[in-house]
């Protein structure tokens, strides 16, 4: 099912714009695929494609009910969206799976040592989710951060990469984040057509050696739009006498993974249980299954470079709606004249 144009009003003389994984993208064409609702594997001929200059802020949206039960077969009328409390009219709907690029982003510092096994196992199984057209890529964490494994539709060489992976030295979990959303974010420039993409970070505490602070990685994650899903290992503290030091550290790091996912419309969890980590892959995965992508051309009339929130309402009762909490406007770029 291609995603569906509803409406739309294309202004003849404006920079092509698309808000694919969630900063405003360009896009310099005359005709823009619309692909970020395109089931995988869909023909070419099915896409709807919007002619001339648009610019298109595009959401990922999880909806449940009360009870948290992922909600699927709704329609872009159950859908309202509003930006700085301002209604928009939603221009491109679709409720179907769209293939997706999947970052795994693995801490392997020493800490990890006694669960790697099992983490391992976890990780591999949570690659079941990848679909043909899907994409993944996994990322190695210690003192220094290591794609071992390059974006691609290979899913047994990830599982390869994910069965190497030896644990030693400190963790440097900001630096690995910042990383991998620079290479996402670059992806998603060169790539050809527009993909959903998330993140999936998996640590047992702190940071202890990264360069990069948390600030500067939740202001990329707002550039970016990449949904990021933070799971952190509820280990038991050591028995010292500045626990109290590791009660804080341990406060601090679930304070910042809670902000990132709330921020990019993901989820955060704190399994106590190794045990408990492939439930959590499993949510994980039916969510991205689910997902709903909305479109909508913003009204906004904030100068670019100012922060935008974003408000998504299901029009139903119970029915509750998840995305991230909004985008950085960017100016227009000029469209290349040969």
Known sequence: ??????????PPSRGTQLNGGGHMRRVASIALLCVFGAAAGAAPQ???RFHGGVDIVALNVVVTDGRGKLISGLSSRDFAVLEDGIPQDIACFAGTPVPVDLALLLDTSASMTDKIATVQKAAVGFTEVVRPGDRISVVDVKE???VVHPLDENVAGARAAIRSMVPRGSTSLYNGL??????MMKQRRSAGDVRRQALVVLSDGDDTSSLIGFDDVMDLAKQSGIGIYTITLQ???????????DTESRTAIEFAMKALAQETGARAFFPAKIEELAGVYGTIAGELATQYSVG???KNPQ???AYRRVTVRIERPEARARTRAGYIATPPAPIARR
């Open 144 to 146: 220094s951060v290591r």
């Open 178 to 183: 910042y990383m991998t959303l620079k290479e």
């Open 303 to 305: 100068p670019a470079g």
């Open 46 to 48: 099915d896409a709807a």
């Open 1 to 10: 099912m291609a995603c569906k144009p509803l409406g739309l009003a294309v």
């Open 296 to 298: 909508y051309v913003s």
């Open 235 to 245: 280990t038991p503290l050591p028995v010292q006498s500045d626990a109290l030091v």
